[in-house]
């Protein structure tokens, strides 16, 4: 069966600083990645997707990137953190298919201080 | 235009209310479309998937109207632990990889 795992789940970061969210998948390959954001109370915003390794697209235009170095890694990555990067960061896979649906990490909640 | 579209409530409804809730979409080649749960500072998880034709899993009935454009999720004899934000999603076509949530809707269940 397919598993993602992310980690850490909560981060407490200075502003200023780097961040590095690692997010993999097992039991399956080439697997549709997303990275989303979720701020307090809000709804979630998609950052950044990959259909394949090394091909990012990105949704939202801001202090983060990502990454696909392997075909089920996905990191996402700032090298400063604002105080605006605050929110619940979370990784899913998805398989190929229109009637497929998202599996979810658990999530990391970041709090930039 | 946002590409899905959610009322984020919240919804205060009685214990064994029916309560439903719609998402529009603006994508009209969308092509598939799926309910999820989130629970309080939990991830997303798959509720039921939406088809054309209207599915039901339990207490939990989904419908799709392509000629309007939305998609509905209605629950009957709502449960205490039926309390949570429910997201729906609109897969578009030429890109289904993009997959973009709509804020979600925000239900509470009260004794």
């Known amino acids: 069966s397919q598993t993602i795992h992310q980690w850490p789940a909560t981060l407490v970061q200075p502003v200023g600083s780097p961040l590095s969210l690692e997010c993999t998948v097992e039991?399956?390959?080439?697997?549709?990645l997303y990275w989303y954001r979720q701020a307090a109370g809000r709804g979630l915003q998609l950052l950044f997707y990959?259909?394949?390794?090394?091909?990012i697209s990105s949704e939202v235009p801001q202090n983060l990137s990502a990454s696909r170095p392997q075909d089920r890694q996905f990191i996402l990555s700032s090298k400063k953190l604002l105080l605006s990067d605050s929110g619940f960061y979370l990784c899913?896979?998805?398989?190929?298919?229109?009637?497929?649906?998202?599996?979810f990490g658990s999530g990391t909640r970041l709090t930039v201080v | 235009r946002k590409e899905v579209e959610q009322d984020p409530g919240p919804f205060n409804v009685p214990e064994g209310a029916t309560v439903a809730f719609n998402c529009t979409y603006s994508?009209?080649?969308?092509?598939?479309f799926f309910w999820y749960r989130q629970d309080c500072r939990k991830e997303p998880k798959l509720l039921m998937s939406v088809y054309s034709s209207g599915n039901e899993d339990g207490r939990f009935t989904a419908q799709l109207n392509r000629a309007s454009q939305y998609i509905s999720l209605l629950i009957r004899d709502s449960k205490l632990s039926d309390s949570a934000t429910y997201l729906c999603v609109a897969l578009g076509s030429g890109g289904y990889q993009k997959v973009t949530f709509g804020i979600g809707t925000k239900l509470q269940v009260i004794p």
């Open positions: 899913a896979w998805r398989g190929w298919g229109t009637e497929v649906s998202s599996t």
């Open positions: 990959s259909v394949g390794i090394g091909q």
């Open positions: 039991g399956t390959s080439n697997p549709n």
């Open positions: 994508n009209s080649a969308s092509q598939s």
